[in-house]
T-cell receptor
Framework: NAGVTQTPKFQVLKTGQSMTLQCAQD?????MYWYRQDPGMGLRLIYY???????DKGEVPNGYNVSRLNKREFSLRLESAAPSQTSVYFC????????????FGPGTRLLVL | SQQGEEDPQALSIQEGENATMNCSYK?????LQWYRQNSGRGLVHLIL?????REKHSGRLRVTLDTSKKSSSLLITASRAADTASYFC??????????????FGKGTKLSVIP
């Protein structure tokens, strides 16, 4: 039982390049989330998926797209990376019909030059 | 915008001392959670307190909630060097279709000196 896994762990992009951050969970959770964390800040919600087949915008969705590929996987795509998207990205999931506790992955550090 | 605001931003104490962190928030909540983040790692859930609860304990952790003041505190007793981490409060709101959203504060960075 690996919990929430994220790939890659670290990535460097040039402005304008695209990439997809991958997230998978093996806990049979319905809801999945993508956050970004900037220095000295808490986490801000980018997108979430309440259940397979649904996605919704969070607080800071601009510049990102998501895909809930199946119940296990939730990917975050940057179509044209910008330096302002330099951040640490965390994926999280939540148990269905349970407390609103979220389980977090280890994060992906992204540097956009 | 971020719902919770932790205070202080940074706290340095000696091992064995107690550490108290505070969180203030702006709107009504369903419940409030505290998370811990070790350097370079993801967040780990510590404790949840419901809006109708005033105090909750879990091991060396004690959380209080004052909904009239829109504030919560996290007390770590008999701190250890391994407690060194950043601590975040998160307010919980229901966003429909069985989904909850967490809104995080900026965190308190705790350093416990051996």
């Amino acid at each position: 039982n690996a919990g929430v896994t994220q790939t890659p762990k670290f990535q460097v992009l040039k402005t304008g390049q695209s990439m997809t951050l991958q997230c998978a969970q093996d806990m049979n959770h319905n809801s999945m989330y993508w956050y970004r964390q900037d220095p000295g800040m808490g986490l801000r919600l980018i997108y979430y998926s309440a259940s397979e087949g649904t996605t919704d915008k969070g607080e800071v969705p601009n510049g990102y797209n998501v895909s809930r590929l199946n119940k296990r996987e939730f990917s975050l795509r940057l179509e044209s990376a910008a330096p302002s998207q330099t951040s640490v990205y965390f994926c999280a999931s939540r148990q269905p019909l349970a407390e609103p506790t979220q389980y977090f992955g280890p994060g992906t550090r992204l540097l956009v030059l | 915008s971020q719902q919770g605001e932790e205070d202080p931003q940074a706290l340095s104490i000696q091992e064995g001392e107690n550490a108290t962190m505070n969180c203030s928030y702006k709107t009504s909540i369903n419940n409030l959670q505290w998370y811990r983040q070790n350097s370079g790692r993801g967040l780990v859930h510590l404790i949840l307190i419901r809006s109708n609860e005033r105090e909750k304990h879990s091991g060396r952790l004690r959380v209080t909630l004052d909904t009239s003041k829109k504030s919560s505190s996290l007390l770590i007793t008999a701190s250890r060097a391994a407690d060194t981490a950043s601590y975040f409060c998160a307010t919980v709101s229901y966003s429909g279709a069985g989904s909850y959203q967490l809104t995080f504060g900026k965190g308190t960075k705790l350093s416990v000196i051996p």
